[in-house]
């Protein structure tokens, strides 16, 4: 017996800045001016991350290239490994992402790459929290419940039979 089945998503998309709550306008900012100190020489693709942590700390990263492709790594699993290195228990709950080439900030909002959903999934499930992802560009920002939005059919802890802490 062959089944269809389908998988649907919802988002917020916002066309103003301002209609964004001010917590959401706060993290977009970090993410912004991450993205402006990001190291892109070779892309020319610079993207900002800014983390907010349970206790309304927010933790930054940026994309860092390297002439050893592909030795850099993404503004969101630098954010990320900031963190966990230096909040392990204080557990992220929302993200936001910012990207701009030469001539600014993108037009439309930057969605994760493929690494970056797999390791924000694996936070996910080792917190035992849903992220929000907040996904900033010039015309309109788009707001997501979690990662399963993105990545709807994860890698995880189940497949390898292990238990997270």
């Known amino acids: 017996m062959i089944k269809t089945k389908n998988i649907s998503i919802s988002y917020k998309e916002f066309e103003n800045f301002e209609?964004?709550?001010?917590?959401?306008?706060?993290?977009?900012?970090?993410?912004?001016?991450s993205a402006e100190n990001a190291?892109?020489?070779?892309?020319?693709?610079?993207?900002?991350?800014?983390?907010?942590?349970?206790?309304?700390?927010?933790?930054?990263?940026?994309?860092?290239?390297?002439?050893?492709?592909?030795?850099?790594?993404?503004?969101?699993?630098?954010?990320?490994?900031?963190?966990?290195?230096?909040?392990?228990?204080?557990?992220?709950?929302?993200i936001a992402i910012a990207a701009m080439t030469k001539d600014g900030f993108t037009e439309d909002p930057v969605t994760p790459c493929g690494n970056c959903r797999q390791v924000i999934?694996?936070?996910?499930?080792?917190?035992?929290?849903?992220?929000?992802?907040?996904?900033?560009?010039k015309s309109k920002t788009m707001v997501i419940d979690n990662i399963g939005c993105l990545l709807p059919f994860q890698f995880n802890n189940k497949n390898l039979k292990v238990n997270l802490p």
Do not use: H, M, Q, W
């Open 19 to 33: 209609d964004l709550n001010g917590g959401d306008r706060e993290l977009i900012s970090a993410a912004r001016l």
């Open 39 to 94: 190291y892109a020489p070779y892309s020319k693709f610079s993207v900002g991350a800014a983390i907010r942590l349970e206790s309304g700390k927010i933790v930054c990263g940026a994309n860092i290239e390297n002439a050893a492709f592909p030795s850099g790594i993404c503004a969101e699993r630098s954010a990320l490994a900031n963190s966990i290195t230096n909040y392990k228990n204080d557990k992220p709950v929302e």
């Open 121 to 137: 999934a694996e936070e996910e499930a080792r917190t035992g929290k849903s992220i929000r992802i907040i996904l900033s560009g």
